[in-house]
């Protein structure tokens, strides 16, 4: 039971990780540029 609760956590980090790259890292980085136009 513990291993495939480990196995579930691993999974939800693998798919937040993932996420987290394709969209909060676009995201900032278009916050970034447009600091920089403006500044």
Known sequence: MSATCQLFMLLIGIISAIFSHFFVYPALNSM????????
């Open 32 to 39: 970034l540029s447009l600091f920089k136009t403006r500044y």
